[in-house]
């Protein structure tokens, strides 16, 4: 592990003064996507240029950098002084990932004892504090190549860490570590074309709620529980509205209501989070949804894609019923429930950014968009580099938006309407995760490691 100390004592003293232990700071990465599940970290300065891989010269701009064990797409929260990751690790041997694109629907040979392990580390040195096994034993379902066995990131709130593995449980935990309680949620194989894909949704958490979405194609569920005890508070059926996704429940607070807003094909929903009733529904395009639903500028921005259609709809909360736009809807913007929409444009695997005025949403083709986030103007579409394929999830500080690649290179691009990439920063691995941001320090995960860069 390397440490590069200067100025970054001045940075933990900061947050340990302004953060009690597990308190709510508002400079916390908490959860996937960070504050309000923007993907926004304003406030401090935040480094454009770095270098983390040795092997293509002097390591500049990492604070440290430390292994992580096991194979995991989970991306890292942060909390006061506390990293929280989560990871499967093989009992027998290095599990494998495919990397690079072209990746065939195939299961991974992966079944094998496991470990589902959850990780806290020490922000200033990256020093693991604890690690816990909250199950072991032969997975209940298979995984793409691409995936791994523990794709979900940690969700934190209060004192409670809360980390679902889809058919290995849901598990929450405290802030040292000590288990508070468990719930098996029974085998969730998020398949197509018969393989099971593997489970991706992370936990959303509201108050002392918390919405889990489990699309198996043979029994699709939403369900909401108890963070206090995990006990079930209401539970609805997805059949004939999903077949299978993997995006994480966005909770949105508005007016008079608060809602579960989740991505599905060939429904998107939006729940009522206090007894599960129906708010909306939109008919979805893209047959494999991965994006997050995430609110902007007081609306509800939703995309997805593979298939036919490529969509993005920007919704008003207070919507009522089936808002699906129809092609007059869209021609001449009569629906007052889609702000705009398009059929053409939105992203596959990785959630987009809202940033200022623009949207901006990243391709496993490389490709970067952006939409005037409030009328829906096509502004650019340009490609990052080659070899570029992004399928973490954009995030954005500082006039900046962040692009971790699959061929383990991070484009930094200015924001605004020009298209301007400021920096392509080798890591030195391929990444998969979405990073954190907190207080000007960038947390990276790639395939092996864990890093901060400063």
Known sequence: MTLHRECFILFVCATVASTAFGGADPTDWPNFRGPANSGVADGYPVRSVWNADAQAGNVEGVLWQTEVPGLSHSSPVV??????LATAIAGDGKA????GRGGRPDAADDNGQQSWVVLCY???TGTELWRQTAHHGRPRATRHVKATHANTSVSVAGNDVL???GSEGLHCYDLEGKLKWSRDLGVINISKYGIGWGYASSPAIHGNRIAIVCDDPDDPFVVVLRLSDGEEVWRVSRKDICERSWGTPFIHSHADRTQVVVNGWPWIVSYDLTTGDEFWRIRGGGDNPVPTPFEAHGMIYVTNAHGAQSP???VQPDATGDISPSEEDKDKGSNPSIVWSTTRGGSYMSTPVVYGDYLYLGNSNGILRCFHALTG???YE???GAGASILSSLVAAEGKIYCPSENGTVYVVAAGPEFNVLARNKMGQPCFATPAISQGVLFFRTTESLLAIK
Do not use: A, S
């Open 79 to 84: 909390v006061g002084n506390r990293i929280f």
């Open 96 to 99: 494998q990932l495919k990397v």
């Open 122 to 124: 020490d922000t200033l």
């Open 163 to 165: 980390v679902f593995f």
């Open 312 to 314: 993005i709809y920007v």
């Open 377 to 379: 103007e096509r502004v």
């Open 382 to 384: 340009r490609r990052l």
